[in-house]
């Protein structure tokens, strides 16, 4: 009795395979395999011990590939009792959040080096309505704590619950940190640090 065939090659003979025509050898039928799935479902098969990873192709997002992106930049960073990310860029703290119920969520968010007293609030109000009227990213706010120091925030965040690839992760996180610094920037030259001047 002839074997049984689920998978034929439409290979014309010649074509220096030495597989005979009409079967298909197993790394071909691997590859074909991994091509369904990856088109019905965006996610590689993964071959035990050698995980196929297409970067292009979006995946979870999680705090390991948030790490492995700061590594990757070069940049110093901790991790804080949370497990939360942070670091600090031209003397400003940022932290990289990885939020949601299902980590579906990335934010980064950044802090002032600066404080302001409770009589300035209403003055840098202005200056993050302004921000936040002329600009996308990022969004500028400002907490109160208990003592009165007002404390002046801006953070990125973006949705990816649909996955991201490592170059949308990359566009988020420098965005994040990028916008935030020219934000903070744009602070420093409306409020000077006196300290920074001669006298």
Known sequence: ?????????????????TT?????????????????????TGVPRAVPGQPRIDPDV??????????????????AYFTDSDGDLGGLWHGRLFYFLVLGDHD??????????????????EEILAACNEWNADHIWPKAYVRVRDDGTVVVCADTTVDVEAGVNDAQLDQVLQCGLTTGSMFFDS??????DPLREAP
């Open 1 to 17: 009795m002839d074997e049984v065939r689920f998978f034929g090659s439409r290979r014309a003979s010649g074509s220096g395979s």
């Open 20 to 40: 005979p025509e009409g079967e298909v050898d197993e790394q071909e039928l691997r590859e074909k395999i991994e091509g369904l799935l990856l088109r019905v």
């Open 58 to 75: 979006p995946t979870p997002l999680s705090r390991d590939r948030v790490a492995a992106w700061l590594e990757r930049s070069g940049f």
């Open 104 to 121: 579906e969520v990335v934010q980064v968010r950044g802090q002032w080096n600066r404080e302001a007293t409770i009589e300035r609030l």
């Open 187 to 192: 602070l420093d030259e409306a409020w000077p």
